[in-house]
């Protein structure tokens, strides 16, 4: 069974400050994304990643930025906090189905992160 | 601009009743569609996929899910739910011909099984 981990499960943090989620993935798995769920709009896509050293813009990476520094761990920085940015955060892993760009994502437990 | 639609926020039927959850997508090419399902503070996990071939998948726990190129549709189905299926469901669909590796996903169903 693929396993993604995600820490911390919980973060509250004030406007301004600085934030870092971690995720890290053991079934060595190519890609990781980072998501943010909040009611009303399902899944946002922020960043991506292919693999060790690389990120790539999702759907809404403004106030985010993302490391790969291997191919287990991706992390979600966010510099200056702000309310906004209230969520759950959610982190998956995933590898090509049959080299046809299919495949399937395996998601980590979320951090519910509160910025006051 | 790929679209995944789910139309039914919530649907709520009795324990051992069928069920049907609908997801409609909008663009043409040669596509991936998978279903996930979330439990009350949960992740995401896998339910089924379709990429080719027959256009009725299997998933786990006896859900399927049937593919019509007619109708865009990829609908989710169960022929008798369990209190245990409760949980919000998302469809999601991937454009493969795009060269992009995102998932796009709809807004999910909330299902929830009486008893």
């Known amino acids: 069974e693929a396993a993604v981990t995600q820490s911390p499960r919980n973060k509250v943090a004030v406007t301004g400050g600085k934030v870092t989620l971690s995720c890290n993935q053991t079934?060595?798995?190519?890609?990781m994304y980072w998501y943010r769920q909040d009611t009303g709009h399902g899944l946002r896509l922020i960043h991506y990643?292919?693999?060790?050293?690389?990120?790539e813009k999702g759907d809404i990476p403004d106030g985010y930025k993302a490391s790969r520094p291997s191919q287990e761990n991706f992390s979600l920085i966010l510099e200056l906090a702000t309310p906004s940015q209230t969520s759950v955060y959610f982190c998956a892993s995933g590898g090509d189905w049959g080299g046809r760009g299919a495949e399937t994502l395996y998601f980590g437990s979320g951090t519910r992160l509160t910025v006051l | 601009t790929q679209t995944v639609s789910q139309s039914d926020a919530h649907v709520t039927v009795f324990e051992g009743d069928s069920v049907e959850l609908r997801c409609n997508y909008s663009y043409g090419g040669s596509i991936y569609l998978s279903w996930y399902i979330q439990h009350h503070g949960h992740g995401l996990q896998f339910l089924l996929k379709?990429?080719?071939?027959?256009?009725v998948v299997q998933g786990v726990n006896g859900f399927e899910a049937e593919f019509s190129k007619s109708d865009s549709s990829f609908h989710l189905r169960k022929a008798s739910v369990h209190w245990s299926d409760s949980a919000v469901y998302f469809c999601?669909?991937?454009?493969?011909?795009?060269?992009?590796?995102?998932?796009?996903f709809g807004s999910g169903t909330q299902l929830t099984v009486m008893p």
């Open positions: 379709y990429y080719s071939g027959n256009p």
């Open positions: 999601a669909v991937r454009e493969v011909s795009s060269g992009s590796w995102q998932l796009i």
């Open positions: 990643s292919y693999g060790a050293g690389s990120t």
């Open positions: 079934n060595n798995h190519n890609n």
